[in-house]
């Protein structure tokens, strides 16, 4: 997801509403330290020196739709214990982009799920729980709160993991608010199978989960296709998208191809509830009016910023902006390149069949100019390649204080277009050298040149290849704008 598309999205959430519904449950974190062994049974024994109590399960969903700036209307079961209580304080402390609407079920427990970690590793998990469907009065009272709760919501998300809450009688009661308003309704589902969710708009298993209801292997790009199949066939959900960890996600709506989503590789330090932060913002953005495509890279984005965080943790607008850049920063550094670099580059992309193009200059202050000349130079290629003077090279050529940005700098800005696939850096006064490594099919110059005058043209008609003239933008060059600067500083 680029920037421009992401900010445009962030500003459609705040104030949109989604409901959500499903087991809720207490996420209790213990952290310590671990020095020594048990001398009553061979188990390391944790100094605990911290804990944290926060929202999980569908209250986790709850929390990243509010982190992400939307409103949500939380309908949940919770015991008449400690546990309870305390679910009621995380979502007041939440309110009032969280609306609780919590039913109270004295005959069961709160779900409570206990990690002890040392080192950002996790020890041991104990849960408190109980799994049986709630049935009687408990459902009726809970039907009732779904309904009330999502008036005005744009999806009902449902949140499924076999903890009794998510019954049929349930799941009719939020196809019903679907018909009365229009809402899509969005699953994450734990379930052995998907026919009790009916038509539903999306199912979103991981992976093994998928393998799990369709008894069939899940690990490669065609066994997930023919997975996604078989659910498709077996069940009525109108379409199947399948969280796949590092290798992205993968969709499959009825009467169309699988689609698969790669997702950028990140660090993962805990990966607890990243599969409810990445419903949430599926939900949320689908109620922002996004299409599916969008909401799924936005979905991505969010989860992996999620994993890089400790605990159960919700992600926010300005983290999402800071991966995006923190990802485009990467992308840019990694089309800086070699000469020798360079030349595996040029040789793959003609396997390919791709025509290569080649332009140089120093690119010091970039500006609307250079901007222009670099679009129309792609244009005339399927891969276009940029040489760039070092500092020394361009203070030869252009006199002392000059360049005004360094070589990392210029470098860096010129890979961030989206016109250049690959800058390459040279000493020299020309960039001969560079020239006679990528054997471009095409060298472009600007149109203040002529074609005789373009270093490297000869060499490059030698193999075949051509010299194309770009148009200057009139009134933009680097002198231009330090005359500007110098004149404006003087000024002041």
Known sequence: MDLAALQHLLGDLPGKRVACVGDLMVDRFVYGSVSRVSPEAPIPILARSRELKMLGGAGNVARNIAALGGSVALVGLIGGDAEGHEALRLVGEEEPAIEGYLVTDADRPTTLKTR???????????????????AGDVEQRLIRTLKDAARGAGVVLISDYGKGVVTDAVIAAAHEVAAETGAKVIVDSKARSFARYGDIDLVKPNAAELGYATDLPTETDEELEAAIGRALELWSTRG??????????SLGLRGQPVRHFRTVAREVFDASG??????????LSVAAGADLETAIAFAQLASGVAVSKAGTATVSPDELVEAVLSAHTAVAEGKV????????????????????????????????GHVAYLAQARTWCDRLIVGVNSDASVRALKGEGRPVNDLESRALVLAGLRSVDLVAPFDEDTPVRLIQAARPDVLIKGADYSEDQVVGGDLVKSWGGEVKLAAIVEGYSTSAAIARLVKKEQSA
Do not use: P, Y
């Open 116 to 134: 002890f970690i040392s080192g950002g590793q996790q020890l041991l998990r104990v849960d408190l729980e109980e799994s049986r469907a709630v």
């Open 240 to 249: 199947v998208l399948v969280t796949r960890a590092a290798k992205g996600v």
């Open 337 to 368: 390149a070699t000469i020798q670099r360079l030349g595996e580059e040029v040789a793959r992309w003609r396997a390919q069949g791709l025509r290569v193009g080649f332009t140089n200059g120093c690119f010091d202050i970039l500006h609307k």
């Open 274 to 283: 990243a599969g409810d932060t990445a419903l949430a913002a599926l939900g």
